[in-house]
């Protein structure tokens, strides 16, 4: 009798448990906001105010965690310009008519002023995890999430493929780069990350991350970690 009453609450408080589980679970699930709210936002200064399904103007999917279009579209309109559609002459006017600048030329001399605008005409491909930059707004900030659950993209598992495209005829090229946020006990040397044992990751790329595999048009594979070109390796 007593050990029926011992196996039956030891039921009761499992059952209490799993239950308890399973509410916090869908009360995290319930405090996340997606996309199809309507309800987040792109950062302060973008050009583009709420985050909606499917490709923006710029060419990023927040919802599938992908982007395609042009190199300096990248940038753009997080620095509160326009999308770049290709045509220098039609952004410069554009630029002029929505009041960035008096002038074409005025235009022309703050473009180059930009790091990322000698590379518009590069064609970027990019992927990334939900770590890199989530789908959905779980920490109420009304922006999705970035290393969600994480102080930093240390040990967050991020990662992020790169496939560039450029050139004209013979001068066509291509790039490709998958690059991963270090784990927490990553160390740094002389440009490279290692693992706690010593490992060779990759080179340092943005502080926090690592390029664990290159390939180049004419080249191939010019870098391969030694600890593995796998994405998602570290968490
Ligand atoms: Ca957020």
Redesign the pocket.
Known sequence: MKRKLTLLIVTVLVMLMSTGIALAQSNNQKDC?TIQSGE?NYSDNHYLDTVHVGYDIFGYNYQAHMFKGSYANVYLGGNGYPPYNGDDEAYYQRLVEEGYADNETDAETMMDGKWYWSNRNIELKMKWNDPWI?N???????????H?GHDSYIGSGAWLTNQMKGGDGKDKWTYFTKIVAVPKDATTDDGNWYTADGSEIGPVIWGQFVKVQTVESGYGATYVSPSGPGLGLYK
């Open positions: 906001t987040i989530s959905k707004d779980c920490d109420g900030d009304g922006l999705l999430d970035r969600y």
